[in-house]
Each structure stands twice: as C-alpha cells, then as structure tokens.
C-alpha cells in the first residue's frame, strides 16, 4: 500500500476526522494521539481492515453519544483504531493476536504521552475485544470498544443504534468485502499460527475451514485425565 508523505499524511488524517465528524454528527476528538493512531492504522493496515477498525471507532462513538455515557473520547478512538495491529504483517503469532495488538498499542500510546492508567484501559479494551463476556464489565471505554468491534464484525447490538446512523456510518466508510477478507484472515491465523488461536474464537475458523487444523486436549478432558486420585 502506497502511502503519502508524513506530514501530508497527518493533515488528512485531521481532515478526514473533522470530515466524518460533520457527516455522521458525531463528536469526535482530533487530538494528536487520535490523529497519530488514525495515521499509523492506515499505514500498518489493509484498507479494508484500516475501514473496519475506523467503522468500530465510529459505531462506539455513536453509541457512546447516543446513550450519553461519560468517558474517555480519546481513549475510546486509540482503542478501536489499534485494535486489529495483530491482524497487520507485524503479528508474530508468538500470542494471540489480541495480545499482541493490545502490547503494540500499548507501546504505541505511551510514546505519545498516554499515563499509565490510560495505557492499561487501552490494554484491556484490546486484549478483551474478543470478549463481550468480560470486556462489557470493565470501565466504559473498554465495554464502548467492545461494542463498535462486534456491531462491524457481526451486527451484535447493532439495534442500540438508529439504522439511519448506521446505514450512514457504513455509506462514509464502504465495508470493502469485510466479511470475506475476514474470514481469509482468521483462516491464514489457524493454518499459520495455529498455538495461538487455541481457545479463541479464531479456533472455530480453524475447525471449519482449515486442513489439518487440530487443537489440544479439551478443558473438559484435561480435568478429567488430570493425575490426581480423588
């Protein structure tokens, strides 16, 4: 991918913000860090997973201003703009792609002046946004994160939403045949990188569409043939 220079760069970036910002009605901060994050999630992405992560950005944007909740805006652009770094040519598949994307982010918003607090909250919003079961009883911006990730991924809980928000969200930024190149990109996870994806939703895409995909001992086997007499 062909990327402008930095420094014109950074201006589109505030410009594009400051663009879906007066189309979609939203309050969206342009502060550096989401400028910086906006930039360096198109740099590092696909396009059409740099349209996924700044659809997720949008979808909780809105549901945060729908439902007029209180938090972080700045936050909540890091989180969702950065979520998806372990879906980038940088993942090494040492880890689950959500850990290795929530310690890039991390790293990430530290050289640009986040405080630990914030760092930890940008942690967990990413390392948990596979998670709806523990991430939407975390603090807001990591339960917000959630919720614009899995609204794009599946529609879950995209009724929190008018259609007409949602049907806007998606006309200013084109889905890009999302759920293909997700599923080519889950799959290349099992086939490649297997050990990471065991005991992660990426496992069932390994199981329906990957050959040879195999996984280890169940939890449920493991407690059953652990060697302890009882």
């Excluded at 410009?15 to 939203?26: K, Q, V, Y």
């Excluded at 809105?62 to 998806?84: G, I, P, R, V, W």
């Excluded at 914030?118 to 939407?136: E, F, K, V």
């Excluded at 086939?191 to 390994?206: A, I, K, L, N, Q």
Aim: glycine share 6%; with cysteine; hydrophobic share 45%.
């Amino acid at each position: 991918m062909t990327t402008p220079a930095r420094g014109q760069h950074h201006r589109n970036a505030a410009t594009e913000i400051a663009g879906l910002a007066r189309t979609l009605d939203l309050k969206l901060p342009d502060s550096p860090l989401v400028k910086a994050a906006y930039e360096h999630a198109e740099e590092i992405s696909d396009p059409w997973l740099f349209k996924h992560v700044v659809r997720s950005w949008l979808f909780a944007a809105a549901l945060a201003q729908a439902q007029q909740l209180k938090h972080d805006a700045e936050l909540l652009a890091a989180s969702t703009l950065l979520h998806d770094i372990g879906l980038t040519a940088a993942f090494t598949g040492e880890v689950r792609f959500e850990v290795f994307g929530a310690n890039a982010a991390r790293d990430f918003v530290a050289r640009h002046g986040v405080d630990t607090p914030g760092q930890r909250i940008i942690w967990d919003a990413i390392a948990l946004h596979s998670t709806p079961s523990i991430a939407h009883f975390k603090e807001v911006e990591v339960a917000c994160c959630q919720y614009g990730i899995g609204m794009d991924f599946g529609g879950l809980g995209i009724d929190q939403l008018d259609r007409s928000t949602v049907d806007a969200i998606v006309a200013a930024v084109p889905r890009l045949s999302l759920k293909d190149e997700m599923k080519r990109c889950m799959c290349r996870l099992a086939r490649e990188h297997p050990h990471s994806t065991y005991g992660t939703f990426v496992e069932e895409f390994g199981r329906r569409f990957v050959d040879d995909y195999s996984t280890p001992i169940s939890p449920v086997d493991l407690l059953l043939h652990a060697p302890f007499d009882e």
